[in-house]
Nanobody
Framework: QLQASGGGLVQAGGSLRLSCAAS????????MGWYRQVPGKERELVAS???????NYVASVKGRFTIFMDNAKSTVYLEMNSLKPEDTAVYYC??????????????WGQGTQVTVSS
């Protein structure tokens, strides 16, 4: 249901934009977020945004990352600037979706690798 893209290899100080598009008979979207995970560590919430368009960020990315959404395209983006080697991780998108007349549930994208070289 979710297709993430935009990861890649970038030098420190560079930028990347991740995108995550939802597909299917979506009735409503209630909350979107980006997580990241490195081997041996738990998945970390990086940024989230609610239907009220209030973004939240983990302290380590504040001022560098921006989360925004395009409701018409059922897509959430993560604009990442001033990237650091410690931002290297697999990034996952997540959305709380209601499909058709079903209940709202959490859906995950497939993950996209972001590698920042020093």
């Amino acid at each position: 249901q979710l297709q993430a893209s935009g990861g890649g290899l970038v030098q420190a100080g560079g930028s990347l934009r991740l995108s995550c598009a939802a597909s299917g008979s979506i009735s409503s979207i209630n909350g979107m977020g980006w997580y990241r995970q490195v081997p041996g560590k738990e998945r970390e919430l990086v940024a989230s945004i609610t239907s009220g368009l209030v973004p939240n960020y983990v302290a380590s990315v504040k001022g560098r990352f921006t989360i925004f959404m395009d409701n018409a395209k059922s897509t959430v983006y993560l604009e990442m600037n001033s990237l650091k080697p410690e931002d290297t991780a697999v990034y996952y998108c997540a959305m709380n979706l209601r499909i058709g007349f079903g209940p709202t549930a959490r859906y995950w994208g497939q993950g996209t690798q972001v590698t920042v070289s020093s």
